[in-house]
């Protein structure tokens, strides 16, 4: 297995951030000897009674255990006198592990529940790591009482941190806003991207806040909300079995932001946060890039433009190299399947004009576009001329360290 | 740009290989300095009267102006007692040149015409190389009373070098079948997967025989085994705006072939070859990997799976770690979009079964799958339990080499 030992290039300056307490929810984190040494790997974050929880998982048709217990779960919840309860290890991902992964997150759920005294169907569990390895939950049961004694309101971070595999850095965000002369505030963490063998680069998100909102009302924002966000990155186009995205709303600030669209752009603000976190942690990165696609046929065309561009090796590699490569762009253009008229269409590397009516343009000098890709934050738009249709996404490059990660160790 | 100095450790054994001359068919090379200094760059194959011409092309919708053109004139010839000629040129695609590449594809198709005594609509050009600049086509033009001149009915190796850009080895199949006692050989060449900035890989193949036939029964042939050859063969995941195959038919054998089974088998023999080279010159390739899908909802389900497989760069860079990285094709599955059940899913790599039932075989030994692993050609089979679509596809590893060649370099 490839060795991390650099923080990516393209991590936040400042290291962790400071987020804000959300009032009705506690942290802790334990280690608890499930696969790595000397480091937390499970956290526990108690949510209290009248709380609204919403999410979103992975479309894969060979999801893990846990993500499928957590689907069964979500929005049926019937008491809401009682709390919730989110329980992650890292270290094993229970997936592809057949009937002793379902039974492993029944004890795991079933233990929660009896430590904290909550129904079992208020227990979200998600775990990141191997796949294939029976996980041994006893590991997890035995340290519940440890995590539930050390709850606090100020245990994010550490939490944060319990569950990164090969992240290079812990990821959190947070973003307040004013509703009705109240501060509703919005903290969330991400791991992601980093990459142990043979794991599969699970993302897991878990946010937080203290607004007041009902179950639907909130899974409905959050649906909208990570199609822009999470659903609109990409690292290298593998889907993980395990990608798990939680929020939690807890109603304690006493600001009702039903349909409250204030609220909502100040939860996709922390929602876009950690998802650029996510892919500024990717394997091997050293570009982060954001792709604008404008005037396709509608709005479903453009996504395919945009991932197309995304997700070509040809593209990500000229963008390792630092090259103003159109003709690569113009070909992801074409097999993206979607609209495209050759003879409309017009690409930008940043502010530069490179190509429009099915040529390079003639006010295009390469020196002006290749200044732009030694950013590290680089932007490519495309306009196809067509309609209305837009859609933004975002990627990093491919590189040496991702081949490193990826291929330079035997399992 | 990367300098490509050694061959591909996948070429066929040998060199070009001995390809049977196929009578009705001349061919010759020149160098008409488009780009690269010291080497032919144009070939010409002059194809008799009574010929019948087939093919198929890239489905981008960038395609290039050559194409475009090509597509416009298959199975839309009238006059039979003329014949047909393809000229084909490296160093520049003449691909997103707007106008000019569209008058560059007529100067070029008029000369041909003019020199060779053919109607304009019976030559097919195809270009190779940089895009986005001007193809200069009167270093073709003229070059062609030279090529003309020197027009032999052995020269099919020298226009398969002089199509290279940066593919490693010179690629040619033959094949022969007796059909009602005669004889009828089938021999093509073809480029692809050598790369060149800001080239796109792009796949020229072209293919002759002396079977009789219809143009619509060959194109009807064509296109059913293209399907299963050069439609099922991914480096990438990336699509060239240029990929071209045309065949052409000469009839000169006196053997009818029409619907004929062993004909079509042959053909496809010769086709599977060259796409096989294609994939074995891919770009840092260093292993040659079969998947095959069975047990799939239907074809086109299987066909997604193979793919997903194929293209997914984890699984690319496991084969190059030599890992046999079961989770990583789990995922793979998971992530293409077709019917799957995780429990009824099992996996192969080589004849050892690694996984079954959703979960790893209680017969799996990892030594053997990593033994299997450090073959230069593997396979890997899925089997999804649901029904009886099946499919094949045939892929390489991800390596230093395709970033090498792709990323460090400036344009």
């Known amino acids: 297995m490839a060795k991390i030992t650099k923080v990516s290039p393209l991590a936040p300056k400042g290291g962790f951030p400071k987020l804000p307490q959300i009032d009705g929810v506690r942290f802790s984190a334990a280690a608890a000897g499930i696969k790595y040494a000397g480091r937390t790997d499970v956290m526990l974050a108690q949510i209290d009674a009248g709380s609204a929880i919403a999410g979103a998982f992975t479309r894969s048709s060979t999801r893990s255990a846990p993500v499928l217990d957590c689907q ?25 592990t057949g ?29 990141t790591g191997v796949i294939g390895e029976p996980l041994p939950y006893e590991k997890i049961t035995h340290a519940l009482d440890g995590l539930h004694g050390a709850l606090k309101a100020d245990g994010i971070e550490d939490a944060a941190r319990a569950i990164m595999t090969t992240d290079t850095f812990a990821k959190g ?6 509703i009705g002369g109240v501060e509703v505030a919005v903290a969330g963490i991400a791991k992601g991207s980093g990459m142990i063998a043979p794991d599969m680069a699970t993302m897991l998100v878990y946010i937080f806040t203290d607004a007041k909102i009902s179950q639907l009302g909130l899974q409905e924002m959050v649906s909208r909300l990570n199609e822009n966000t999470f659903n609109s990155i990409t690292v290298d186009s593998d889907t993980s079995t395990s990608d798990s995205l939680l929020v939690a709303a807890t109603g304690t600030s006493g600001a009702n932001v039903e349909y409250n669209e204030t609220f909502e752009r100040t939860l996709g603000v922390v929602m876009k946060d950690l998802a650029h976190q996510v892919v500024r942690d990717g394997e091997g990165a050293t570009k982060f890039v954001e792709i604008r696609v404008g005037g396709a046929t509608d709005n479903v065309d453009a996504r395919k ?25 113009v070909m992801a253009v074409g097999k993206s399947g979607a609209n495209a008229d050759r003879d409309r ?4 590397f940043g502010d530069v004009l490179v190509a429009e009516d099915g040529w390079v343009s003639p006010t295009y000098v390469e020196a002006d576009a290749a200044a732009h890709m030694k950013n590290q934050d680089l932007r490519i738009r495309v306009d196809l001329g067509l309609g209305a ?3 933004t996404v975002w990627t990093c490059d491919l590189t040496h360290g991702y081949i490193e990660i990826n291929a330079d160790y035997r399992s």
């Open 72 to 96: 069964s779960k979500l929005g049926s919840v019937e008491d809401d006198s009682k709390g919730f309860a989110f329980l992650v290890n890292s270290g094993n991902s229970n997936a592809f």
């Open 99 to 127: 009937g002793v992964g379902v039974a492993a997150v029944e004890a795991i759920t079933n233990a929660t529940a009896k430590t904290l005294n909550l129904p079992a169907s208020h227990i979200y569990t998600a775990s």
């Open 173 to 178: 965000a947070s973003a307040t806003c004013e």
């Open 305 to 329: 433009v945009a991932m197309s561009i995304a997700n070509s090796p040809l593209v990500k590699t000229a963008i390792a190299g630092e090259d103003p490569n159109w003709g690569r762009v």
């Open 345 to 348: 269409l017009s690409i930008w």
């Open 389 to 391: 249709g837009h859609s």
